[in-house]
């Protein structure tokens, strides 16, 4: 009985209005014309939104240049630091995190580091992804340009900068050391100097520069540089004797 309800029903037509003009149909093609339809316009929604995604979003620092011209005021233009952009891959060694980052331009690789108290912090080995970083001596910016991560790296006990104090990051870290390592292309690590951080009346003979009581210090040579500040009861050590 339903079958023979199914066919009568798929015979009958049907009246509509299309511009103005009358226009029969058979059941059968109407309801295949309404699941085209339907199936079109969830094409189109899918695409509208698959097309939202790819939008491209500048996740650049709005405040990077004036945190840039506030710490350079004072200094030499020599002295001056720029703004550097990249890869980022991240090394996390006992209580050091590295960040190895290397700039779409210039002669030098640079490694980040920064020495901390313990291992409770939750950042972990593995690439980070391109980013901006500003190196400021005492503080470290890390912003990617790939999701919206920021990270500012600070030294203990040191009060925030004014040009920092509006400063919002996604993650605040906090240690007791904060140095780069920089690498000149065509070069290799192996001659390159060591700087970090020692607890304060330890030995310092093997110390190039620093030492006991010293809160920073850096030296460079052919193939490269380094330097390191410190904070807390450490002292800064460089151009440290390879072990």
Sequence with gaps: MLVEEYLLLENISVE????????????????????SVSL???????????????EVTDLHLTNG??????????????????????????????KIIFLEHIPDH?????????????????????PFGRAEIIFLKRNLIINSL???????????????????????STKKYIGFGLGVRKIKK?????????????PNGSPDTHCGRGGNEA??????NLDGSCEVSCAGENFACCNKQME
């Design 106 to 126: 210039g002669e030098e690789s640079m490694t980040y580091f920064f020495q901390t108290f313990n291992e409770s912090h939750d950042l972990k080995s593995g």
């Design 215 to 220: 809160l920073s210090c850096g030296t460079g």
């Design 16 to 35: 509509i209005i299309v511009f103005n003009y009358k226009v029969s149909i058979k059941m059968k093609n109407l309801f295949l014309l309404l699941f």
């Design 146 to 168: 790939d999701t919206k991560k920021t990270f500012l790296f600070s030294l203990m006990e040191d009060p925030l900068p004014v040009y920092l104090t509006d400063f919002k």
């Design 65 to 94: 240049d004036s945190i840039l011209s506030q710490f350079n005021s004072k200094r030499e233009p020599k002295d001056w630091i720029v703004k550097t952009e990249g890869n980022v891959n991240i090394k996390v060694e006992d």
């Design 40 to 54: 079109f316009t969830s094409f189109f929604l899918g695409s509208c939104k698959e097309s939202g995604k790819e």
């Design 186 to 198: 065509g070069s290799t690590t192996d001659y390159v100097p060591l700087c970090g951080c020692e």
